[in-house]
């Protein structure tokens, strides 16, 4: 493998003084990887370096299919870096795909992979072992771009708002968050659904509002089996985001939906919608599986991503 320069940092083909080194990398993606398995694949396990100093190492197999063993580095913009040297070079090299597995427990690793455009693929029960020798599930992620997601970040002036369950007289205020959420299409079938929904479960059904009364977002959710509710929409405007008030819209379903006996929310959203997978996994949610071609609204396919969390 070619070296490779991006800022500081350089990228080279392992050798057997670093395997002590890069093991440290290592486990923190995979508990289950040792020195030996690691010097059986020394040939394709890339390290990162700064200033002569080991800051990062991933071992990929390079293929029509990339598979990704572990990507680890000292900083996020190191590791930034590295995954963008290894895109390159996978993408270059003809591959079509890239995969990795997980810990299903790693919330961090599944962040920091949904940040760089990975998306969740499939879960895998009781098929890698921790740190102590005990199976654990394991998360399936992939990446068809060499591109890497420009996730906004909201840094706005602070904005007073208050939450209340929803009324039917909410409906034209309902209208004009689907609108905004989901520019170009019908907001009837949103707000349709939701007038139905509230009166099922009215303690699940919440909006918020501004200092003049004004919705800024709002949460709708129904107990579709016992003990188990599911939040049909979360949106917050655009213009009121990183405010905090998805979260607070989430905190206060949960409270409500605890009182009413509910133990499980479940939500899903495009595979490829980034910000909303990020929220989700922030506050707690886990991914379970993903739903291939699910028809949506203007005719458009896309995959689903299912997400659940235990209350």
């Not at 508990?31 to 890339?46: A, F, M, R, Y």
């Not at 654990?136 to 602070?158: A, G, L, N, R, Y």
């Not at 479960?201 to 919705?215: F, G, K, T, V, W």
Request: hydrophobic share 40%.
């Amino acid at each position: 493998m070619q070296d490779g320069a991006l800022s500081l940092v350089r990228f080279h083909t392992a050798d057997k003084n670093e395997l002590k080194d890069i093991l440290i990398f290592a486990k923190r993606y995979r508990p289950d990887i040792t020195l030996s398995w690691l010097s059986k694949w020394i040939d394709k396990i890339v390290v990162a370096k700064e200033n002569g100093k080991t800051v990062g190492a991933a071992l990929c197999s390079f293929g029509d299919e990339t598979f990704i063993h572990f990507v680890t580095a000292n900083t996020w913009e190191n590791l930034v870096e590295l995954v963008r040297f290894l895109l390159d070079t996978a993408f270059k090299t003809g591959s079509t795909k890239i995969r990795t597995f997980i810990p299903a427990n790693r919330i961090d690793l599944q962040i920091s992979l949904t940040k760089l455009g990975f998306e969740f693929e499939g879960r895998l029960r009781k098929s890698m072992l921790d740190a102590d020798g005990r199976l654990i599930d394991v998360i399936s992620m992939c990446k068809w771009s060499p591109t890497i997601p420009e996730i906004p970040i909201h840094t706005t002036e602070p904005l007073e708002f208050y939450i209340r369950p929803y009324k039917s007289e909410d409906y034209v205020k309902i209208l004009k968050l689907s609108r905004d959420a989901f520019p170009g299409e019908d907001p009837f079938e949103d707000a349709e659904l939701i007038e139905e929904i509230s009166k099922k479960d009215p303690e699940l059904n919440l909006i918020a509002l501004d200092s003049n009364s004004n919705i800024v977002g709002g949460i709708f959710a129904w107990e579709w089996s016992p003990r188990n509710a599911w939040i049909y929409l979360l949106a917050v405007l655009h213009s009121a985001q990183g405010h905090h008030i998805g979260t607070s819209l989430l905190k206060k379903l949960e409270e409500n939906a605890k009182r009413k006996g509910v133990v499980c929310l479940q939500v899903d959203t495009d595979a490829d919608n980034f910000p909303a997978i990020l929220f989700y996994l922030k506050n707690g949610f886990e991914f379970e599986f993903r739903e291939v071609a699910v028809p949506k609204r203007k005719g458009r396919n896309i995959d689903d991503v299912i997400f659940s969390k235990s209350i």
